[in-house]
């Protein structure tokens, strides 16, 4: 036998036990979520996409395997050149937290990064497409920029080459051109507005023939102002047509687009609207000259019809002879013509005052006066016996509404009780109680009682 079989049995305490409620439980894993997880990079595709009121970006980001919801604080975006939509693939920086309402984790976003593709060329190829659906690229927008310019808005760097470049080719070319420049940043935070506000002081408060926008060569970062929507939309709204000159021949940004001409260079802009002074002269020249052979061809063409006129011309006096002469002729003709008339009107007012004695106007009264009395007659007659008819039926009418009416009946001695002071009709004893107050309409007068007692 064992040993052991002589030692009770002593059940051991059990350890106390820790009971979390659902709060308690999701605050835990919460903070084990955000202290192991506090900057991490993720990878992954955009899919249900929704920007509510408030401004902040909620969405899911998925893999083939699985997916996690995301948010990103609106505080969060300003420094974001694209637009979040659904199918793009990004790389995230962010938080792992949970949402304790829905027990759900959920990353918080701080950083958000297009791969695949620059996050500039992204936002340059969104804005691209939404401004293009908008019209604001299309040719029938596009203003000519005019012949001749007296006075150039400028809108660029006071201290950049693109200035110099500017001032040098109009003073080589035409020196009584005017320059106007709006000095404005042209890359770095706040450029895009200060464009745009150059644009719109020119067309607001000193209108000038020609605008040019621009700035000289850089990296597409330096280039992003001309890029931005509040430049665009700035150049697409001016009524003073505009060159846009940003950087060289191989960079096109928005502007470019909705510009009405591009010039690869600010210089290539300045030499589109400063035309050489020479030869402005050369062509003036050339258009006195061809305007005063043109002025002789018109004098010489007029002489020869002239001439033309005077031999056709004939003298006034035997041009009266012959309106004389046609003159007789018409007056006969019109003097028999005005016979043949009046013979033909004669004889028509013969046969209507005919017509008129057959249907004499008296002889049709007469009739219509036999046929009116006639008429009277009948009428009387039948409305003698139709008012006849009706008074017997109303007299009919009036005894069987008097038998009916119940006056007749309280004349006969009888009594109406009604309820006081509702005046509900009482058709039985149980309608009231003792002490109750009816009123009892009779066939002359009323009268006022009390209930002394009800009997059944």
């Known amino acids: 036998m064992n040993s052991s079989e002589n030692i009770p049995y002593s059940p051991e305490e059990p350890p ?9 439980l999701t605050r835990e894993i919460r903070t084990l979520l955000e202290d192991h997880f506090p900057f991490i990079w993720v990878e992954g595709e955009i899919s249900n996409f929704k920007v509510p009121a408030s401004g902040h970006y909620y969405f899911v980001l998925k893999d083939e395997d699985s997916q996690i919801r995301g948010v990103m604080f609106r505080s969060q975006q300003r420094w974001m050149r694209f637009q979040p939509e659904d199918g793009l693939k990004v790389l995230c ?19 958000m990064e297009p791969r695949g593709v620059g996050a500039l060329q992204l936002a340059y190829e969104q804005l691209k497409r939404r401004l293009q659906g908008e019209g604001l690229f299309d040719p029938e927008h596009k203003k000519p920029i005019p012949f001749f310019t007296q006075r150039l808005g400028v809108v660029t760097s006071a201290t950049g ?24 940043k042209v890359q770095g935070e706040g450029a895009a507005a200060e464009i745009a506000s150059g644009i719109d002081t020119f ?15 850089g990296s597409w970062e330096d280039l992003w102002p001309f890029n931005e929507e509040v430049v665009v939309r700035a150049i697409f709204r001016s009524h003073i047509p505009v060159i846009s000159a940003v950087g060289h021949e191989t960079d096109f940004t928005l502007a470019d687009s909705v510009a009405d001409v591009r010039a690869p260079t600010p210089s290539a802009a300045a030499e589109m609207v400063a035309q050489h002074k020479e030869a402005l002269e ?64 004669g004889q028509v007012f013969l046969r209507l005052k005919d017509n008129l004695l057959y249907l004499s106007p008296s002889r049709r009264i007469s009739e219509v006066r036999g046929l009116l009395g006639q008429y009277w007659n009948r009428l009387e007659l039948n409305v003698g016996q139709m008012l006849q008819k009706k008074s017997q039926c109303l007299e ?61």
Do not use: M
């Not at 080459?161 to 404005?184: G, H, K, M, Q, W």
């Not at 067309?203 to 060569?217: C, K, Q, W, Y």
């Open 282 to 345: 050369t062509l003036v020249n050339k258009l006195n000259q061809r305007l005063a052979g043109r002025i002789r061809q018109i004098v010489n063409l007029a002489g020869e019809r002239l001439d033309s006129r005077k031999k056709r011309l004939r003298h006034p006096a035997a041009r009266l002879a012959d309106l004389r002469l046609r003159l007789d002729e018409q007056a006969q003709r019109l003097e028999f013509v005005a016979r043949q008339r009046l013979r033909s009107e």
């Open 93 to 111: 920086q962010a938080r792992v937290s949970v949402y304790e309402p829905r027990g759900e984790y959920q990353l918080l976003v701080d950083v």
């Open 161 to 184: 080459a693109a200035i110099r470049d500017i001032i040098r080719v109009v003073r080589e070319r035409y020196s009584n051109l005017e320059i106007y420049l709006y000095p404005t």
């Open 16 to 24: 106390e036990r820790r009971i979390y409620s659902v709060s308690e």
């Open 203 to 217: 067309n607001a408060e000193f209108p000038v023939d020609v605008l040019i926008v621009g700035r000289g060569g």
């Open 396 to 456: 009919r009418s009036l005894t069987q509404l008097d038998g009916l009416s119940p006056l007749g009946i309280l004349a006969r001695g009888y009594s109406i009780t009604t309820t006081w002071p509702k005046g509900e009709i009482i058709r039985s004893s149980r309608q009231v109680q003792q002490e109750d107050t009816v009123k009892v309409r009779l066939h002359e007068g009323s009268l006022r009682c009390n209930v002394v007692g009800v009997e059944e």
